[in-house]
């Protein structure tokens, strides 16, 4: 019973800490960007961690089953797709921040200028698919924590507690990434600015692009 209850443990503050994994953070900055209110961000942060559960239990099941044989030949192969995904999100990014231009329009005498971003923000529909796509494929990357979930689960032979810990596991990625997702939404949603918008979108591109590319050289 002890050793449930400890790998519940185990399982929730893995699940925290492996939320905030550096390519987890930048790829969900890189759509939470677009996020008009911190509620929508925590939805768009949940749709990443229900793409994410999902492929961690599958991956964690099959672990359970075939041991040495998968992790050997399998999953350094998902890294490769997890960078090229990043750099993907970067070039869209990046996109948005060079769409940003300035029209000027007369009205009468009266002559003036304003911005507009070619984006779709209000599409909540779409951001959510996204995000729940890009927390599919970073579930299969998730290879660290999920490896030492695994270890500590080889003490627990029913395969009914492996899955209530990979529960555990997903509710602790759930609670980070909406943690996450409300804190870099608000000030954003605060302060409206196309500005703001325009930096946060360079930055988030910019990171993204050269740290996938760090994944990619990393798993050659």
């Known amino acids: ?7 519940m443990f185990l399982a ?29 961000s925590i939805k768009v942060g949940l ?16 672990l359970f089953a075939f041991r040495e044989s998968f992790l050997n030949n399998v999953l350094p192969h998902f890294e ?13 990014s990046l996109r948005d921040f060079l769409s940003f231009h300035s029209h000027r329009h007369s009205h009468g005498n009266l002559a003036h200028s304003h911005t507009h971003i ?8 779409h951001s959510h698919a996204h995000m729940f796509g890009i927390g599919i494929v970073q579930g299969l990357a998730s290879n660290d ?18 899955i209530l810990a990979l529960g555990m596991f997903s509710l602790g990625v759930a609670a980070g990434m909406v943690l996450f997702a409300a804190i870099f939404a608000y000030p ?7 500005k703001a918008y325009r930096l946060v979108s360079f930055g988030t591109g910019s990171i993204g692009i050269f740290y996938g590319i760090l994944i990619l050289f990393a798993a050659v």
């Open 1 to 7: 019973m002890f050793e449930v209850i400890s790998l």
């Open 12 to 40: 929730l503050v893995l699940g925290f800490k492996h939320s905030y994994d550096s390519d987890h953070l930048i790829a969900v900055s890189n759509i939470l960007r677009k996020a008009d209110s911190v509620k929508s």
């Open 47 to 62: 749709s990443w961690a229900a793409g994410h559960m999902l492929t961690a239990t599958v991956i964690t099941i099959i």
């Open 80 to 92: 490769k797709i997890a960078g090229i995904m990043l750099i993907a999100l970067g070039i869209f």
């Open 118 to 125: 070619h984006t779709k923000k209000n599409k909540h529909s």
């Open 145 to 162: 924590e999920l490896l030492m979930l695994f270890a500590a689960s080889l003490a627990v032979t029913s395969i009914g507690s492996l």
């Open 188 to 194: 954003l949603v605060k302060m409206h600015s196309e």
